[in-house]
């Protein structure tokens, strides 16, 4: 028996602790820690809640863009307010344009390396590569000459001694199972991807003056101008630039991106069968329709059963913190996020320490349950709700990829599906750009150029007391945003961000949450070098920056940002604790 610490855990967003136990070459236990404190919403506690939305963005700046939308729809639902449906469609553009970027980022930057040996392919023959890459697709970057100057590229890494963004690594690993061809072939399209991502992600300029954190949010809609007339506004220009953007996103990923996966699958097909975890997938659904119903269904599923999608109650969601560094007055039981509280109470181990006491506190991930059931969300969760649901579109790519691969709908409760959905995902998103695209011109056309409601805009129309619940289906998965106002003033707000829910520590029973569950009966080839813990937990593309931020343990006050300037702020000093 051999237990495991691997801290921090690189190529995610935040910071995030694993702890494995190894018994004859598997993992028999496995425990997730966050090792940040969050805080966010003790910052919005008495300030006006048409701020929350920019505030809460900053709670991570991978994401960019998706707490905005939450927080702007809870104040809405609080309210009653019901946005235009040219809000609506540049909420749709900019989370699908989010959904696409940060997607094949996931695959090449975070995750394809757990996969492909990148200094194996100093060993590839620049002509099989072309020859490999073009019996795959008929993207143009495809020659000998091509691919010989990306191996030229990266030998010059190496022979300098310095890998660069390839180094700390477990080159060599006896888990990597790619042909060298194959190896150079990804890490052309890692060093293209780069490239691809930055040209991509313009349409976040135009629609929301800047990436990350948008500028354009509002409560009751969108600051994004509509004029055909005017230059300083969205017009016919603007939007024939994002529909090029738009066509070049959908060929990256039909021609590079899929291809990749469906090549290097069939290398891997016994992670088919390792990783499953829990079997319950949870989706609050996405991408609003003009009728109100998502694109993407809502909906969960339980112990792997796709003949049954239950629907969500967001008042069964609670939150646990029987093993989480925060405090409630009877741990036995959670609390919903209306009711939530986040209250520091830092009982582990300080620096330095071997490992973690597991048997008590040992997170600042809370354990969110819906129905006293843990979930796994994020791409998976989505793609499996919307097979199960009929979505006609996802049935099609799911069933096209599976046949590919000679795999049946079991193969998806996996570390390899979890993977394979991400890439599905993208390819029904960035089909999507364009008729959106084309609903707006419609718009447009008929002389709709209406972005904001507001009616109830201004604080003296509003109740004396109101709750809302915003939620939105993140790239990682789903995302609620809770908010409770009393006298025009933010009562309380609470987060339950996708890896909250896959982050998830044991709750007040024991059960187990989602990272914890997918490592258990992972294989294990070499104790010290842990590949094989890398890709399961790479697969759900961890964010631990959006549910936990940094605070000093001895609340040492480390700096002090000025905010008097700030209208509809109520505090002159928004203070700053962190690690110097």
Known sequence: MTRIAIDPITRIEGHLRIEVQVDGGAVSDAWASATMFRGIELILKGRDPRDAWTITQRACGVCTTVHALGSVRAVEDALGITVPSNARILRNLIQATQYIQD?????????????????????????????????????????????????????????????????????????????????????????????????????????????????????GGMATPIDPTSQAALNADSIAFLQGLFRKAKEFVDKVYLPDVLAIAPFYLDWAAIGGGLGNYLSYGDFPQADGTPWLQSGFILNKDLSKVNSVDQEKIAEHVAHSWYQYDDEKKGKHPWEGETNPNFTGPKPPYKFLETDQKYSWMKAPRLADHAMEVGPLARMLVAYASGHTRVVEVVNSVLKALGAGPEALFSTLGRTAARCIETVVVAEQLEPWTNELIANIASGDIAIHEGSLWEPATWPAEAKGWGHTEAPRGSLGHWIHIQDQKTLNYQMVVPSTWNCSPRDAKGQIGPYESALIGTPIADEKMPLEVLRTIHSFDPCIACGVHLLDVDGNEINQVSVDTVENFNSPLLKVRGVR
């Open 103 to 219: 997607h094949v980022v996931h695959f090449y930057h975070l995750h394809a390396l757990d996969w492909v040996d990148v200094v194996s392919a100093l060993d590839a023959d620049a002509e099989a590569t072309s020859k490999l890459a073009q019996s795959i697709s008929d993207w143009p970057k495809s020659s000998t000459d091509y691919f010989q100057g990306v191996k030229d590229k990266l030998a010059s890494y190496v022979n300098s001694g310095q890998l660069g963004p390839f180094g700390n690594a477990y080159w060599g690993h006896s888990a990597y199972k790619l042909p060298p061809e194959a190896n150079l072939m990804a890490v052309a399209h890692y060093l293209e991807a780069l490239d691809w991502q930055r040209d991509m992600i313009r349409a976040h300029a135009i629609l929301g003056s800047k990436n990350p954190h948008l500028q354009t949010y509002l409560v």
